[in-house]
């Protein structure tokens, strides 16, 4: 292939100059866990409180990136390695999505079910081979909380027969076994959520701010 991969400053350099240290937070869990609320409501507090972050959702990377895929174990393995590596170069490690935000030192937010082990580890070991923090987030609920809250229908259709492959009806979800945290959706609320996990940030270094350059 016709293509170079180009060499930019290191991780370490480049979080130096940006003033603060990326990460990748993989929120997992089933639909409706609530995922997506807590990761938008942290994403809002990093940001009030001056650091760079950004948030990848699963139905939003579906209308680009993963238009194509549908449900099936298979598209949703080929869902998260799309979100977790972004083909790059031949000779060093390929890009990634997920990857690429947090190389940037960008505080990187995923809400992703990821009903797959294998595909989360996948994930986790490509941060781990540049040294970049990845958290795993279980927002964890029961499926009647699920099921009962509801908000697109889908629990609803997935009973009907009308989405096949649907998580926690048709096809399995795979608890983590070692999350970083684990949020019980049910019994606690957005703001103590996010009080939660700003608190394992702040005691791992992640909110740590320099002044850019130093």
């Not at 929120?27 to 807590?38: C, M, P, Q, W, Y």
């Not at 809002?44 to 139905?59: E, V």
């Not at 019980?184 to 103590?192: A, I, P, Q």
Request: net charge neutral; aromatic share 8%.
């Amino acid at each position: 292939r016709n293509i170079t991969w180009h060499p930019s400053l290191t991780h370490s350099e480049r979080s130096a100059l940006r003033g603060q240290k990326g990460c990748t937070l993989w929120f997992t869990g089933l639909s409706a866990s609530g995922k997506s609320t807590i990761a938008t409501a942290l994403e809002q507090h990093l940001l009030h409180q001056g650091l760079a972050a950004y948030r990848l959702d699963g139905d939003n990377v579906r209308f680009g990136l993963n238009k194509d895929l549908g449900f099936s174990e298979k598209d949703r393995g080929e869902n998260i390695r799309r979100i977790a590596e972004c083909e790059g170069g031949e000779t060093l490690i390929d890009g990634k999505v997920a990857l690429l935000f947090a190389d940037s030192c960008t505080i990187t937010l995923t809400s992703f079910i990821s009903p797959y082990r294998a595909d989360r580890l996948l994930a986790r070991t490509l941060h781990e081979a540049r040294s970049i923090s990845f958290i795993e987030i279980y927002i964890q609920v029961p499926l009647r909380v699920a099921e009962e809250r509801d908000p697109k229908g889908l629990y609803a259709k997935a009973r009907n027969g009308e989405i096949k492959e649907f998580t926690g009806i048709s096809a399995p979800y795979e608890e983590p076994e070692k999350a970083e945290i684990v949020v019980n959706s049910e019994e606690t609320g957005v703001k103590e959520a996010v009080a939660q996990i700003v608190v394992y940030m702040s005691e791992k270094g992640l909110l740590e701010r320099r002044n850019p350059g130093i």
